[in-house]
T-cell receptor, first 117, second 113 residues
Framework: ETGVTQSPTHLIKTRGQQVTLRCSSQ?????VSWYQQALGQGPQFIFQ???????GRGNFPPRFSGLQFPNYSSELNVNALELDDSALYLC????????????????FGPGTRLTVL | AQSVTQLGSHVSVSEGALVLLRCNYS??????LFWYVQYPNQGLQLLLK??????LVKGINGFEAEFKKSETSFHLTKPSAHMSDAAEYFC???????????FGTGTRLLVSP
């Protein structure tokens, strides 16, 4: 069974640029959630995708957007990068929908560390 | 709205000593509670979770936690620390029926020989 994978591992961008982060969900999972973990902080929920539709969003501006593909892999896109976007971005996969099966365990990937200069 | 407070950003114990990591939560609906561990440069691994039923929950690597509704707490314990337990620990809450996790700020556990 393949776990959650994320690419790239590390990324360096400059302010104003755009970035795309990728996540492959665990086999059999149809739900992907994205979290931002700033240095020294706990992860913060960005949004969740269930069967290719956004299914819940945290307190992040519209320049944070995402996609989920038919194979349930996902992308996180961030436009107009700001210095405060520097963080570890974590992807988590699970089965079931956000408002249906809240106890389903979320399996986290190793994360992508984004540095914005 | 939900929130989690983890008391103590750093906890230091000796190998073989009791580990106690504190977590208090706030939730307007019945909560689901989780403890995750994060090793350097890695993602989060679930240690244990409370959803419904028995309030004492046993997890992996000898950890356990007790849900105390009256105290709104979900403290993590381990009877005897091992060097390999040194890591960052996060308490998280979600509303029953929702998968959005709200995390605390984490507690770094340091284990000395």
């Amino acid at each position: 069974e393949t776990g959650v994978t994320q690419s790239p591992t590390h990324l360096i961008k400059t302010r104003g640029q755009q970035v795309t982060l990728r996540c492959s969900s665990q086999s059999g999972h149809n739900t992907v959630s994205w979290y931002q973990q700033a240095l020294g902080q706990g992860p913060q929920f960005i949004f969740q995708y269930y069967r290719e539709e956004e299914n819940g969003r945290g307190n992040f501006p519209p320049r944070f957007s995402g996609l989920q593909f038919p194979n349930y892999s996902s992308e996180l896109n961030v436009n107009a990068l700001e210095l405060d976007d520097s963080a570890l971005y974590l992807c988590a996969s699970s089965s079931g929908q956000m408002r249906v099966e809240g106890s389903n365990e979320q399996f986290f990937g190793p994360g992508t560390r984004l540095t914005v200069l | 709205a939900q929130s989690v407070t983890q008391l103590g950003s750093h906890v230091s114990v000796s190998e073989g000593a009791l580990v106690l990591l504190r977590c208090n939560y706030s939730s307007s609906v019945p909560p689901y509670l989780f403890w995750y561990v994060q090793y350097p440069n890695q993602g989060l691994q679930l240690l244990l979770k409370y959803t419904t039923g028995a309030t004492l929950v046993k997890g992996i690597n000898g950890f356990e936690a007790e849900f105390k509704k009256s105290e709104t707490s979900f403290h993590l314990t381990k009877p005897s620390a091992h060097m390999s337990d040194a890591a960052e620990y996060f308490c998280a809450v979600s509303a029953a029926g929702f998968q959005k996790l709200v995390f605390g700020t984490g507690t770094r556990l340091l284990v000395s020989p």
